[in-house]
C-alpha cells in the first residue's frame, strides 16, 4: 500500500505534467526491462541457435532420415535440463531486479 501511495510523489498534484520527463522515465523503465529479459532468456537463446544449427547440419548430411522429428524430443529435454540447472540464478537475478525496482519506485 506504501508503495502505492508513494508511486503518486513525483506527480504534483497542482503542477503541470511534464511529458518529456515522464516519457524519459519510461523509456528508461523499458529499456532496463528489456536487457533484464534478454539476461533471464539469453541461456535460453544460445541453446536453441547452438542446438538447431547442429541439427539442421546432421539434417543436411543425412536428407534420407527426418532427423528433426527425431531431435524434437532430444531438443525439449535438454530445455528443461537447462531450465533445471538455471532456475536457481533466473529467479535469483529477477529477485534482485524487482527488489530494486521496489525500492527506486
Not at 30 to 56: M, W
Request: aromatic share 10%; glycine share 8%; charged share 10%.
Amino acid at each position: 500500500m506504501r508503495a502505492l501511495v508513494e508511486s503518486y510523489a513525483r506527480l504534483p498534484p497542482a503542477g503541470t505534467f511534464q511529458a518529456g520527463a515522464s516519457l524519459g522515465l519510461v523509456v528508461d523503465r523499458l529499456s532496463d526491462t528489456f536487457l533484464l529479459g534478454l539476461r533471464l532468456a539469453s541461456p535460453f537463446l544460445i541453446y536453441s541457435v547452438v542446438v538447431n544449427l547442429a541439427v539442421g547440419l546432421i539434417n543436411k548430411l543425412t536428407p534420407q532420415i527426418p532427423v528433426y522429428f527425431i531431435a524434437m524430443p532430444i531438443v525439449t529435454a535438454g530445455g528443461l535440463l537447462l531450465l533445471y540447472v538455471t532456475v536457481d540464478d533466473v529467479l535469483r537475478i529477477f529477485m534482485e531486479a524487482f527488489a530494486s525496482w521496489l525500492v527506486k519506485g
